[in-house]
């Protein structure tokens, strides 16, 4: 056989391939109800809407490895989801450059919270805490006396410039 005739049988195996590869339905996972992985993470709703993106992550003392992620809709936001294996327990929210956080930094705190978990109501007094709290200066985040939302302890401070916001399911 000559090298020619492999390559267009060749060519014409990875075509249809892919053409049958694409003629494939495909079949978009649904998010979960609540978000108990970091796979879960990553087909969120808050996910896709904020058009997140995963920067080099590392490991941490703690045993876990962190997950940093970056918006492409909202500036100057950090997400870390922090994950033993592929659990998550935590998360944090920076936010940086900013005097006071505005109405859509704040919709974005409640987007993950309701990411969280769907099946519970972001409640008045939880927004409330979050917009007030995320202003007051504290050392570190978990110096704020805390509030609670499905299992989380949530934390809220103005850590120097940055407001930050802290979950912690304390697995």
Not at 20 to 47: M, Q, W, Y
């Amino acid at each position: 056989m000559n090298k020619n005739f492999i390559w267009r049988a060749f060519l014409l195996t990875f075509c249809m391939l892919a053409f049958n590869g694409c003629a494939r339905e495909i079949k978009p996972v649904e998010p979960a109800t609540k978000i108990e992985t970091l796979a879960d993470f990553e087909r969120s709703s808050f996910h896709y809407t904020y058009g997140l993106v995963k920067e080099k992550g590392w490991a941490l003392n703690t045993g876990e490895f962190n997950n940093p992620y970056k918006s492409r809709v909202i500036p100057n936001v950090t997400i870390d989801v922090p994950s033993r294996g592929d659990k998550v327990g935590h998360y944090g929210l920076s936010f940086y450059k900013r005097q006071t956080l505005s109405q859509t930094d704040l919709d974005f705190i409640y987007a993950l919270l309701h990411s969280i978990d769907t099946t519970m109501p972001i409640s008045t007094e939880l927004k409330e805490y979050i917009k007030t709290n995320a202003e007051r200066r504290v050392f570190q985040v978990t110096e704020a006396e805390p509030t609670t939302f499905s299992g989380y302890k949530v934390f809220a401070g103005k850590v120097g410039a940055e407001q930050v916001i802290s979950l912690d399911s304390g697995k």
